[in-house]
């Protein structure tokens, strides 16, 4: 029989190639195996989320379905022989700079289905960094550095609205606003259980806690087990409203309306029915198995003067004791969207930068909506200063944080505070692998699948956020006092401390900050 | 029964001194005069508190309410029973726009005209049902986004000739019931739901609503023959499920 006769691929076991399967027969990765190191533990084969690796008892061979393979390292790490390699497949498509993988591989998917390509995590196109165009200033005879080991060096902040004047202290007329204090310039960003798994968020909640800063519930509601964290979340109410209430509201340090996500600006949430499950259904107040959907307006906000509305709506459910705080997404005019804010109530402005990650977005509104935090929070720190407001509001910079280089830049930019959200999980474990969306994560961290879940203990989830926020935290003392400060607070705002490397006038100007060696 | 004069006072003020009787005990107020303003309710959480309200409550009345009963004598703005948990409103007058915005327990009875957007994201949960009955009709977007709870749109306070509701209504409906109590063209709703008639069950649960609504608002109407209404269910609780792909 040849090769090519019909049914002789079959009779041999091997599968018949489809035109349609051309997608799937250039998958991205490949999964090497070391057959002379493989014991035939099969570990790669349970631990494999995505149904990429199989045994044939039969031939006692451990084999792999190359083009379901994403690159999560579950399976790498996991191999107590070492025998695996996740490896780039082939040399991909003749080199082309203008059709890339992101342009191609998305194509053949909606070829297949007609449908939007959803993904997870932040944008991961190669727009430039301004963080990495910005560097730190450092003191050298005249203003003498700051030894962070031997003298006193303060990193905790107040967030919240501050008062109108130093004079009015203790007279009549002044009036006190609800702050919270977080011991570390670094709280954890929303994420809602559902997006995140419960082990996750637990994990964040304690360790916010135990470093005195906060974590958000995202706007998924509060799980009773997060309770005992209660001083330490800064619950959510966005458009789906999923498990708001007046007992919600006060299970809090802060409440945050949410308005737009950096990594789909304008655009809502859906939680598919499949992923709610008996505990989200919980949390969410809303019944299992049902999609949950926040659409992108609330629909109760079509202006600032709706939005006031619903801030003072809490402030009065909430009895003026918790300061509210309204998330948007850095997008072009950002900073008249935020003196706005600013001006309807909102003691606390949370900007999220186009990197912000995601539980699930379409890909084509992650890579290519919104602009960069760095020149976000420059702009709208430096319109609130001009309009003698900027003591109205708290600025929490988030949505692309990746060190506590990144951490002081960003304060030096006007930030009081940032959010850390995918910093977070890769101290769970995180791979970058961007499934996040599919609910699988080989690392227990966006998934509600217990055996997924089972992955990663609590406990572990918050030694290892501590330890990554202690981590940066030293690193930001050093930073500080090498530029001569003390305090985080005064390094807020304080752009003379930053100097731009290889950027243009209008960017340095965007941005507020000089050219390196002026 | 506790009076609180509400003329010339500022919401803020108005809202503590309505907080401050309810903290030291009082079961009913009543509040006069009252000329817009906002959050009358708002957060409150006493089952057994009853506040009568005269004159014309603000936005966002009871948001975040979670048990009192709150008895309008006139029209009601935008907003009322924004994120409500439990408890009841009666409206004895129009509302506005955004009526009920993802509330998940409790009553509001509104007798006559209501605006855009009303029922949007209302939700059920376990023993949670939300309630609202409308004597009048309603704009545009009516229970937009309805995850779960009871509408309904009677039309029966107000003669009108414009339709008992606006474009787009249930668009997105994904959970709960609406009933009307007249036909409504196709045109007019969102195609995530399907109409039907009535069934024996369906009398059974809006027999004692309706009789409620009418003994609250202390008015008769003629809404019991049932052959008029239909009602709105989705065809799914998952209306977008396979429009991603991964
Ligand atoms: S985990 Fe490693 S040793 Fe075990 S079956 Fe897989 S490749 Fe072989
Ligand atoms: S575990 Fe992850 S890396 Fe390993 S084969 Fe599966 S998808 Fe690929
Ligand atoms: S959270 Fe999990 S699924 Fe998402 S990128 Fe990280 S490893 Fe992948």
Known sequence: ?518 | MKLINAKGVYYKQLNEMIRAEIRSGTKEIKVTNVVGQRYIGGGLEDGDVKIHIEGVPGEDLAAFMDGPTLNVRNNAQDGVGNTMNSGKIIVHGMAGDVIGYGMRGGKIYIRDDVGYRVGIHMKGYLDKVPVMVIGGRAGDFFGEYMAGGIVVLLGATTNNSKPIVGDYCAAGMHGGTIYIREEVEDRFLGKEVKKFSLEKKDEKLLTPILNEFLSDLDISLDIFDFSRYIKLIPVSSRPYGRMYVY
């Open chain 1, 1 to 518: 029989m040849y090769y090519e006769e019909p049914g002789a691929r079959e009779s041999l076991g091997l599968r018949t190639p489809k035109h349609e399967d051309l997608f799937h027969s250039h998958p991205e990765y490949k999964v090497e195996r070391d057959d002379a190191k493989c014991i035939r533990c099969l570990c790669c084969v349970r631990q494999c989320p995505y149904e990429t690796t199989f045994y044939d008892p039969m031939r006692n061979v451990v084999y792999d379905v190359h083009s379901n393979c994403v690159n999560c390292k579950r399976c790498e790490v996991m191999c107590p022989t070492q025998a695996i390699e996740i490896k780039k497949w082939g040399c991909g498509f003749r080199e082309n700079h203008h059709w890339k993988f992101r342009d191609y591989g998305a194509a053949y998917k909606q070829s297949d289905t007609g449908a939007v390509v959803l993904t997870g995590l932040g944008n991961d196109n190669p727009y430039m960094s301004y963080f990495d165009r910005m560097v730190l200033d450092a003191s050298q005879v005249t203003n003498p550095s700051i030894d962070p080991l031997r003298e006193p060096m303060e990193l905790r902040t107040y967030i919240g609205r501050k008062m109108e004047n130093l004079e009015d202290f203790g007279k009549e007329s002044f009036q006190e606003y609800p702050n919270i204090l977080a011991e570390v310039p670094i709280a954890f960003a929303p994420m809602s259980f559902g997006a995140i798994s419960l082990n996750f968020q637990k994990g964040m909640a304690a360790a916010a806690q135990e470093l005195g800063t906060f974590f958000n519930t995202g706007e998924g509601g509060l799980h009773e087990d997060l309770l005992p964290y209660k001083d330490n979340a800064i619950v959510q109410v966005a458009s789906g409203r999923f498990g708001v209430s007046k007992r919600y509201l006060m299970n809090s340090a802060a409440c945050e309306i949410k308005i737009g996500q950096g990594a789909k600006p304008g655009i809502g949430g859906h939680l598919p029915g499949e992923k709610v499950t008996a505990e989200i259904s919980k949390t969410r107040m809303i019944p299992e198995g049902s999609d949950a959907i926040s659409p992108a307006p609330q629909h109760d906000i079509y202006s600032i003067e709706d939005l006031r509305l619903l801030i003072y709506a809490i402030k009065e459910a909430t009895e003026y004791t918790r300061p509210v705080s309204v998330k948007i997404a850095a997008v072009h005019n950002v900073a008249a969207i935020a003196s706005g804010i600013v001006r309807a109530g909102a003691d606390i402005i949370v900007v999220d930068g186009f990197r912000g990650g995601t539980g699930a977005a379409p890909k084509i509104i992650r890579d290519h909506v919104g602009i960069p935090l760095e020149v976000a929070l420059a702009a709208v720190d430096e319109r609130l200063r001009r309009e003698k407001i900027r003591h109205m509001a708290s600025i929490i910079a988030t949505g692309g944080i990746r060190s506590s280089a990144d951490v002081v830049k960003a304060i030096a930019l006007g930030a009081d505070v940032v959010y850390i959200g995918t910093a977070a999980m890769l101290s769970a474990g995180c791979t970058l692998c961007q499934q996040c969306h599919r609910g699988k994560c080989a690392w227990g961290i966006t998934t509600n699948r217990p055996d997924l879940l089972a992955r990663l203990p609590v406990e572990m989830a918050k030694e290892r956020a501590i330890n990554l926020v202690k981590g940066w935290s030293r690193e930001v003392k050093e930073m500080l006092g090498l530029m001569g400060l003390n305090s985080i607070e005064s390094l807020r705002g304080n752009r003379l401390k930053l100097r731009g490397v290889g950027l243009t006038k209008l960017e340095l100007e965007t941005l507020g900050i000089r050219q390196a060696g002026v």
